[in-house]
């Protein structure tokens, strides 16, 4: 197979799929990026996904995990799950709110906010390992062009824009 042949090509793709070869590919690349960014995590001790929610805390400080439940997009109770294994491993620690101590605050401890240098290495070598082969203007294109898919997908979701922001 030559750099430009595609990997799965209509006759590969699973009959169910040839009226959406592109979603296939996404969906094959979205599963391909999870499993080698978790191979990178479990050595710093993160699950996928947690590196995100660390992302919103060292971005933000100390939030409310309600906020943080909606910035990322997740149900209540895969962040709560999320934020227990993080604790339990010294990462995050949650507190009352002071302002609403019905509210629960949330934020990166020093074990945690050590953890960023880690993170940013995975996420950098991955990138360069998965877009090894493209060039300058390609990989803009690239990031250009999914961006509006990603744009078509939360329209077709019904979801405004990107994860909302928190208040930081």
């Known amino acids: 197979m030559t750099a430009v042949e595609p990997v799965c090509t209509e006759e590969q793709l699973p009959s169910a799929a040839r009226g ?10 979205s599963r391909a990026h999870r499993i080698a960014m978790g191979r990178r995590l479990r050595d710093l ?25 909606q910035s990322l997009g997740l149900d209540p109770s895969t ?16 507190s009352p709110d002071p302002a609403d101590r019905r509210a629960v605050r ?15 290495d995975a996420w950098s070598d991955l990138e360069a ?3 090894a082969g493209l060039g300058p203007a390609e990989r803009a294109e690239l990031a250009r062009l999914l ?7 939360r329209e ?3 979801e405004a824009g990107d994860c909302p ?3 930081c």
């Not at 949330?106 to 940013?120: F, H, I, K, M, P």
């Open 106 to 120: 949330v934020e990166a401890t020093e074990r945690g906010q050590a953890l960023r240098a880690g993170v940013e």
């Open 20 to 29: 959406g070869p592109v979603g296939h590919t996404l969906a094959r690349v």
């Open 79 to 94: 962040v709560t799950k999320m934020l227990q294994r993080l604790e339990q491993c010294g990462y995050v620690h949650r």
């Open 147 to 153: 961006g509006l898919v990603a744009d078509n997908l």
């Open 165 to 167: 922001p928190l208040n």
């Open 45 to 69: 001790g993160l699950y996928p996904g947690q590196e995100l929610m660390m992302m919103r805390l060292w971005d933000c400080g100390a939030v409310r995990q309600s906020e943080l439940i």
């Open 129 to 131: 390992s998965s877009l």
């Open 156 to 158: 077709e979701a019904g």
